[in-house]
């Protein structure tokens, strides 16, 4: 509990097409917050240079990703929409964590380890550093709540990490400057510039499997494109890969104990309950004991039904990219002001530009 205004953020990478793990895991709690929160949600495509996309890629997948957040419900002009590049603060605040961040922490990111591979030696140091530009975007804003797949709860806990040393390191100058916040630290109250940001990592999609392996996540970056759902593939491409999807030769289980060494079968049912709204149990409750031959055509048409909608919505806003990009403008602008209160802030505790 910290006594900070309560404020969600949330960035997607423009690489690659999204996929229905983006969708489940992310871009469909963003829109439900809206409701509750403010809200700032940023296309980052500095975090996108990390893994060298072409320019055009870069460009064309940042105006995508804002597409997806329009599309699927995002209200810009309440909320905050915008790409990371247009807010140079993010870099800045990045710098300083870097100063903030130890090697040791970083060293320690499945993340890193996952993209960089064998060859360690050879791997950018933005990739190493992407972590610290992560905090950098949450902080900025001193946003409260983050949501986002599984796969981020290292990263958000390194996102904590930063702001609990900063708060320790400058706690003196904070409390000088008259710059503090109370916030409960166990059981203490202290004083911090900085919040403990929260993830929000909930619900039954927090980790949506690939359709070709039930043990490996749903990515943008899979080699096959069968493994994955894009939020742009059209009715029958949807069919076609949920037809393709591994299975097993039972039939599904009556309750979900009966998943066990079963990841594809427990993965369709998740993806079915996710769409559906409702629970794993709910889904065998109907569909227990019936073959995959009558399932996965339920699950392709329920998919088709929630998703084609998003996916039109998306190729009539692609249009018109002068549109995308206005919006991300006027985001920017407003997120800048906030994000340079921060800042000014953040550079008078360092001792930077007296
Ligand atoms: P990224 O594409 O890595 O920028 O991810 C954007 C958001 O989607 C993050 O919050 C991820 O945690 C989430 N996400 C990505 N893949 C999946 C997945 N397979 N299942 C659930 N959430 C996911
Ligand atoms: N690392 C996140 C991902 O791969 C993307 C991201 C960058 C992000 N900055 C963020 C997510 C800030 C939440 C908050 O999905």
Redesign the pocket.
């Known amino acids: 509990m910290s006594s900070f205004e309560p404020l969600v ?5 423009p690489t690659g097409n999204l996929t229905l793990g983006n969708y489940l895991g992310a871009i469909r709690k963003f829109v439900a917050l809206q409701d509750t929160h403010d809200c700032i949600y ?1 296309v ?1 495509d500095l ?1 996108a240079l990390t893994v060298n996309p072409s320019p055009k890629e870069l460009t064309d997948g940042t105006r995508s990703i804002a597409a997806a957040f329009l599309a699927s419900g995002i209200d810009p002009v309440k909320h905050i929409v915008f790409n990371q590049s247009r807010v140079h603060q993010h870099a800045e605040l990045a710098w300083i964590f870097n100063c903030v961040a130890r090697m040791g922490w970083l060293n320690r990111m499945t993340q890193f380890k996952e993209k960089a591979g064998k060859d360690r030696e050879n791997a950018s140091v933005g990739l190493f550093a ?1 972590p610290a ?2 905090a950098a ?2 902080l900025a804003y001193r946003a409260t709540h ?1 949501p ?1 797949g599984d ?2 709860k290292q ?1 958000l806990e390194l996102t904590r990490d930063i702001a609990q040393k900063f708060n320790n390191d400058y706690s003196s100058d904070i409390a000088g400057l008259g710059l503090g916040v109370p916030m409960q630290v166990g059981d203490e109250t202290v004083q911090g510039f900085f919040p403990l940001t929260e993830p929000l990592i909930e619900g039954p999609a927090t980790r949506i499997m690939s359709l070709r392996d039930g043990t490996k996540k749903m990515s943008k970056s899979d080699p096959s494109d069968l493994s994955r759902i894009n939020l742009t593939d059209t009715a029958d491409d949807i069919a076609k890969k949920i037809r393709k999807a591994k299975t097993d030769p039972e039939p599904l289980p009556g309750g979900t104990d009966g998943f066990e060494g079963r990841p594809e079968a427990e993965n369709l049912v998740n993806i079915y309950a996710a769409l559906a709204e409702t629970t794993k149990d709910a889904v065998l409750g109907d569909f227990g004991g019936q073959p995959f031959s009558v399932f996965k055509p339920a699950l392709a048409e329920l998919a088709v039904e929630k998703l084609s909608p998003i996916a039109d919505e998306m190729r009539r806003l692609m249009a018109d990219p002068g549109h995308i990009d206005s919006v991300l403008a006027s985001g920017a602008e407003r997120a800048s002001v906030r994000a340079e209160k921060t800042m000014v802030d953040v550079k008078r505790i360092v001792g930077l530009s007296a």
Not at 9 to 13: A, T
Request: proline content about 0%; some cysteine; hydrophobic content about 45%.
């Open positions: 953020f949330s960035g997607v990478q940023c980052v975090h992407y530009l992560m975007d949450i983050v986002v796969d981020q990263h």
